[in-house]
């Protein structure tokens, strides 16, 4: 993909027009490609990419947040990537997950001998987990859907399941999936992760891992980071894109895409794939009828998910090793992870870049996470950690555009078609399961099969 100016642009060009290119709309960009299909992008943004992001600081190689790939060998993005990509991206595994606990620390149990020698839990707990193992285990996606609309907790509550620090631990691993704690957290969306229904949607497998037990971790980071990753899509797509042009409004006449409009200029196209946060979308669609102009109201209040992320680059290497790290107390939401032990190249030689993240607490400014990353998170792990930190970097901002919760799970929240014909929705607010990259490849999966019915 090129990029060409606002005035470079002749709509004839191009099969279709990707309104933002995030994740969502580049993978979108990226099939239709294979297809022969060549797009136009017109993104709001001075680069491409979205949240799906990395850039250096001080000689580190930062990614927006902690881009564990999950499914690394299989899953819909990573489907895409090896579809898509040649030579397709090198992924280093994860070598395991450690949950810790106050002061005991339990790696993931990988059978029931292991769950009854469970180090977080007595007896009486471990013997829960491996009943509520067993009954998610057995369960079927149908009976999952059953439990769209309770969250997670309620499901335990009903099945018995109460044992604390079990909870505890389910709390900071669905965390990290859904977005939302426990109580908030959608049960189907949450047992769908641990069972891991689809073989490809959920994020942080590692909690399926505990209940179930597996040797495997398809979980890790891809060699070269995010930053090379998204380089490598904007060049196999076939097209050009446009940066600092946001999509000003998307017009429609008698229930049918006819264009949009970018800095005044509108842009004639009867198929455009709308990458745009939901929760704009009522400002952008010009529209004359109720039925489109519901449509978008309705799906414009979804709650998102907000990630914090503490990076920091330390003058020697410390923490060393491949492991993911869950603070589950003091303080639930903690995850500590030394990523340039996956891929060197993001540290000078013989430093250590780790990254610190948790979903943000609400009520609590910056600083104030910060401090609670650095105290109860980082130095209760590794002592004096933080007196080798010659970089510290911080970044906030949405992870996902809906958060798993009752009435934004997969079975509810729209697309790939909209009540326009030939307007189509992708991202992480729109139908595809999952979370993330994956949940932003299902949408794109789910745009490119609509399109090659309708064209
Ligand atoms: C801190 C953090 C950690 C993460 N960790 C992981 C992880 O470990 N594993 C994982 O799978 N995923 C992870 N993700 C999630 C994943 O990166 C995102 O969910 C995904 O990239 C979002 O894709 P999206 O399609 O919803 O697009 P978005 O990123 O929301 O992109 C939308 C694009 O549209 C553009 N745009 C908006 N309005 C307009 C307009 N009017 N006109 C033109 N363009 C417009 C925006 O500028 C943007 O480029 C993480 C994200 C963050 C932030």
Redesign the pocket.
Known sequence: MQEITLDQVDTSNYDVII???????LLTALALTAEGKRVLV????ER?????HSYWVDGYRVD???????RVTRGA?VRFLKTYLSPPPKFVLHEGWQFRVHDKVGTIPSSIGETLRWPLTGWRGRLGLIRIGAKIKTMKLEEMQKYKDISFLEFMQSEGATNQVMLDVMQSAIYMAAGVPITEASAYEALRTLKDTDKESS?LGSAKRLIMGSGEYDEGYVISGMEELIKRVIETINGDYVLN????HIHEHDGVVTGCSVAGKTLEHNRIVS???LW?MPN?IKSENTEVLDFFKRWSNMKPTH?I?LWLGLNKIVIGDRKNRVLVHPSPNRWIVSISSFDPSCAPEGKELVAI?MMTIPGKSKDEMIEIMKGNGLEEYHPGILEYAEMEHV?M?????AALIPGQTDLDRPGPRTPIKGLYI????TAGSG??????AQ?ADGVVKALSEDI
């Open positions: 309104a933002g290119g995030g994740a969502g709309g017109l993104e709001k943004a491409l990419g979205g949240v799906w927006q947040g902690l881009h564990v790939i999950t993005f994020k042009s946001p999509v000003e990458n745009i946060p704009a952008i990630g992320t993240a970044q901002s949405y992870a996902t555009r992708v991202g992480t607010d979370v993330g990259l994956q949940q932003a949408s």
